[in-house]
């Protein structure tokens, strides 16, 4: 996993709950990296997984909630380090259909060593995408977090559903409608 994911997330970590609480995670998880890192490194994902649990004990929100919150706030970090990515696309289901062949294809030039999902279409109009999710480290609640910032990002409204079809998560599908009239929060 690449350093700007644990960069920003000690970062989130740090806005929310206080360096105490970084320093804490840090201390429970046992992490080769004693918890430096650079943003153009790459670290293991199991250090990921012990910060988020140690985090998920020390303030008592589920895994799933914290990782979805994550999405949110590195959706924003996407925005401001790639504006260029984003300006191309005029519609967010175009945008969420290009990720497999075009945007992640450009982050693996970009980020030498990330490792990213797979995604399959299923079915897609003007309105509708319905999109497999396939990752062996189960961030499909950072998954969704990003597609709802996505029609957010272009003022639009959305209904993500998610149906796992693998019991860890590990493949999922993603039934995703836009969500016509004013755009509400
Ligand atoms: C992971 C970049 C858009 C879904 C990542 C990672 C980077 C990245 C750097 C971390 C890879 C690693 O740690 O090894 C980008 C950029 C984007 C973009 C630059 C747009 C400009 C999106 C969007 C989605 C998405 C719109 C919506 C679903 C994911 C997911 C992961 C991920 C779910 C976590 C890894 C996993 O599930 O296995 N992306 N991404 N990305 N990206 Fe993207």
Redesign the pocket.
């Known amino acids: ?2 350093g ?2 644990f960069t920003e997330f000690l970062d989130m970590v740090e806005k929310k709950f206080g360096i105490e609480v970084v320093d804490h995670i840090i201390n429970e998880s046992k992490l080769q990296s004693d918890g430096v890192y650079t943003s153009v490194g790459t670290y293991d994902f199991v250090e990921m997984q012990s910060l988020l649990i140690n985090l998920s004990k020390k303030v008592d929100i589920p895994l799933d909630g914290l990782i979805y919150n994550y999405g949110l706030y590195f959706f924003n970090v ?1 925005t401001s380090v ?1 504006p260029g ?2 300006a191309l696309y005029k519609d967010p289901i175009e ?2 259909s290009s ?1 497999e062949n075009h ?2 294809v450009q ?1 693996r030039k970009l ?1 030498p060593g ?4 797979t995604f399959k279409i299923e079915k897609k109009n003007e309105d509708h995408l319905e999109i497999l999710y396939f ?1 062996e ?1 189960a ?1 499909y609640m ?2 969704k977090a ?2 709802e910032k ?1 029609f957010e990002h272009y003022d639009q409204g959305s209904e993500i559903r998610l149906e796992k079809i693998e019991d860890d998560g590990t493949k999922v599908r993603f039934v995703i409608s836009k969500k016509h009239g004013a755009y509400q929060q």
């Open positions: 996993m690449k700007i994911v996407l790639h990515i984003f945008l969420l990720i945007i992640h982050v980020y990330a490792e990213l999902p990752s480290r961030m950072f998954a990003l597609m996505t």
